[in-house]
């Protein structure tokens, strides 16, 4: 360990090493694509690095990084649709990662092609970090500050009024069709799509803890939380109305083996609670927890909530997510989905879905919990 090169107050500097990169697009002249801009292509796309050499001015060597089309992959992923000839919008992915923000970060940045990332913070009032450059040509991060006060401005910054300053959301997992060591990476410009992911991993999150929570009450001794590891789910491409005009945006769901390893163990631990509380007549917590559970059972993954905790991408995911970007990130055609050579947002009115039982989960392992005492608590 260095401080100070390696880590930074103990914390590692992590590079991610991709296997590959999962998009829903078109780079600029690419594939259907003849424009200059990146063109969202409605379905996924299984990519790999691809690295070529070029002689620049004065006969400097030049490296320059691209994704292509994986074709074995692309078409075993084709293959492993339940009708082969579908056009494949839903790829089964699996975590092996524990808990969301080993896998999972959504920030406001800008970048540029020329310099990489610009700037980057977690929304309205959190610290914004900007790239400066001295007089010497030297590179050095500042704390960016509006009307003397540190912390990002969010609507009235005006990067974020010219468009150039966008949010972006990055997806670390391990596709079924190419398990690797190295994980593949999925992101995303969509605000939908961004909104729609956190909302599914923290309600996923919640099931993962009321689950637990059952399991040791059975074991009837303290088990280690696993989280999301070896769990898998669905990324579903499909189409909605957004500002009035068909857009393509990107689930996170459930696979039937995650929902069934899941929702069992919640199944056992409500029966085993309202048994309880049946027998000691609390009618009025028998009540409530099974409202709860019932939603719990038949709710929708797809409801939008508030995730908690994003942490910083690592260096590699910054130069990455940097070449995808002209050198004034404001230029160029807006579309829905991260493509193979960019990633851009839609315009337009996007409201995000309507926030309904965020605590559920919560509120069914607190009840669980308390299942196992000999009496129900009083309301």
Same mark, same amino acid.
């Given at each position: ?18 296997? *590959?990169?999962?998009?829903? #697009?078109?780079? &600029?002249?690419? $594939? ?5 801009? &990146? ?16 002689? $620049? ?8 990084? =691209? ?28 975590? %092996? ?8 970060? =959504? ?23 900007? %790239?400066?450059?001295?007089? @010497? *040509? ?12 540190? #912390?990002?401005?969010?609507? @009235?910054? &005006? ?30 410009? =969509? ?12 309600? %996923?999150?919640? %099931? ?84 709860? *559970? ?13 995730? @908690? *905790? ?38 337009? =009115? ?30």
């Amino acid at each position: 360990m260095i401080e100070g090169l390696t880590h930074e107050d103990g914390q590692l500097h992590k590079i991610t090493k991709y296997k *590959g990169k999962i998009s829903a #697009g078109f780079a &600029p002249g690419e $594939g259907t694509n003849k424009s200059n801009s &990146p063109k969202a292509a409605g379905f996924f796309r299984m990519l790999k690095e691809q690295v070529t050499s070029q002689r $620049g001015k004065g006969d400097k060597i030049i490296t320059i990084k =691209s994704w292509a089309l994986n074709e074995p992959v692309q078409k075993a992923l084709e293959q492993s649709l339940p009708n082969p000839n579908d056009t494949p919008r839903r790829i089964e992915i699996v975590s %092996l990662y524990k808990t969301v923000s080993e896998m999972w970060e =959504s920030s406001m940045a800008m970048y540029s092609s020329t310099d990489g990332l610009l700037c980057k913070s977690h929304g309205v009032g959190t610290l914004a970090r900007k %790239l400066e450059f001295t007089a @010497d *040509g030297d590179r050095r991060w500042v704390d960016r500050e509006f009307d003397g006060k540190v #912390g990002c401005a969010f609507n @009235d910054c &005006p990067d974020k009024q010219a468009n150039k300053c966008k949010p972006i959301g990055l997806l670390k997992c391990f596709p079924v069709v190419d398990m690797a060591p190295n994980p593949y990476r999925f992101e995303t410009r =969509s605000i939908n799509t961004i909104i729609g992911i956190e909302s599914a991993l923290q309600d %996923l999150e919640r %099931l993962l803890m009321a689950a637990h929570a059952v399991k040791q009450l059975e074991a009837g001794k303290q088990l280690d939380y696993e989280g999301f590891f070896g769990a898998k789910m669905y990324l579903v491409h499909r189409k909605v109305k957004s500002g009035g005009r068909d857009v393509y945006i990107t689930d996170l769901m459930p696979t039937e083996e995650f929902t069934q390893n899941v929702m069992e163990p919640i199944k056992r631990g409500l029966k085993k609670r309202n048994e309880v509380a049946q027998l000691s007549g609390a009618a009025g917590n028998v009540s409530l927890l099974n409202q709860a *559970g019932q939603q719990l059972l038949e709710g929708s993954s797809e409801e939008a909530v508030e995730i @908690d *905790g994003p942490v910083d991408m690592d260096v590699s995911d910054e130069k990455e997510i940097a070449v995808n970007f002209d050198a004034d990130a404001a230029d160029g055609e807006v579309i829905e989905e991260a493509p193979a050579g960019g990633a851009d947002d839609f315009k337009g =009115s996007q409201e995000p879905s309507e926030q309904t039982g965020s605590d559920m989960g919560k509120e069914v392992a607190e009840s669980l919990m308390a299942g196992s005492k000999e009496t129900p608590e009083k309301s």
